[in-house]
């Protein structure tokens, strides 16, 4: 099974700031046949389903605000919240949907300072 | 509109059986392979299982393996989740979620989810 990590387990930062959130899966899931790595990055508020952001590593699903971006490959990524907002206070998870089991990491509480 | 409408939750006694079901709309179902993830009270997202569009190809998570069945119904645009030999540890909110067929297979839309208590 592909475990994945992420650090830190929480972080506050100030409104107008940047987060950023590390990931780290214990194999690839970089794809060798497209050069894709199968890595991506949800967000779920309380009381809430998870919503998409990132896939393929760095692509920005539909209608997610350009101040969300992702960047890795391989095993290690990063998701960047460029500029933090009210609205971003959530749990950030990274997933890797390479191969089964799927798995994700444990989440990444953001607060505001 | 995409809609995926979780229901069948509840409270259970451990070794009981539950059914969930989650009722696909605005898009076509049987075109699209499933999963089901649940996430634990405190705890963070936990695959479950996945179908392909056509019913086949099931896959579980271990610690469900011969306790749940992933099925469909492409007629009637429902997935389900049939859990027997439930435990505590299975007390979660349950969420079906739409995989991408574009997207290389990560789940881009999620229902609201359904709640599973399994107390005595």
């Known amino acids: 099974d592909i475990v994945m990590t992420q650090s830190p387990d929480s972080l506050a930062v100030s409104l107008g700031e940047r987060a950023t959130i590390n990931c780290k899966s214990s194999q690839s899931v970089l794809y060798s046949s497209n050069n894709k790595s199968y890595l991506a990055w949800y967000q779920q508020k309380p009381g809430q389903p998870p919503k998409l952001l990132i896939y393929w590593a760095s692509t920005r699903e539909s209608g997610v605000p350009d101040r969300f971006s992702g960047s890795g490959s391989g095993t290690d990524f990063t998701l960047t919240i460029s500029s933090l907002q009210a609205e971003d206070v959530a749990v950030y998870y990274c997933h890797q949907y390479y191969s089964i089991p799927l798995t994700f990491g444990p989440g990444t509480k953001v607060d505001i300072k | 509109e995409v809609q995926l409408v979780e229901s069948g939750g509840g409270l259970v006694q451990p070794g009981g059986s539950l059914r969930l079901s989650c009722a696909a709309s605005?898009?076509?179902?049987?075109?699209?392979?499933m999963n089901w993830v649940r996430r634990a009270p405190g705890e963070g997202l936990v695959w479950v299982s996945r179908i392909k569009s056509d019913g086949s190809g099931a896959s579980y998570v271990d610690s469900v393996k011969g306790r749940f069945t992933i099925s469909r119904d492409n007629a009637k645009n429902t997935l389900y989740l049939q859990m027997n030999s439930l435990r505590a540890e299975d007390t979660a909110v349950y969420y079906c979620?739409?995989?991408?067929?574009?997207?290389?297979?990560?789940?881009?839309?999620w229902g609201q989810g359904t709640v599973v208590t399994v107390s005595s």
């Open positions: 979620a739409r995989i991408s067929g574009s997207y290389g297979g990560v789940s881009d839309f």
């Open positions: 605005g898009f076509t179902f049987s075109s699209y392979w």
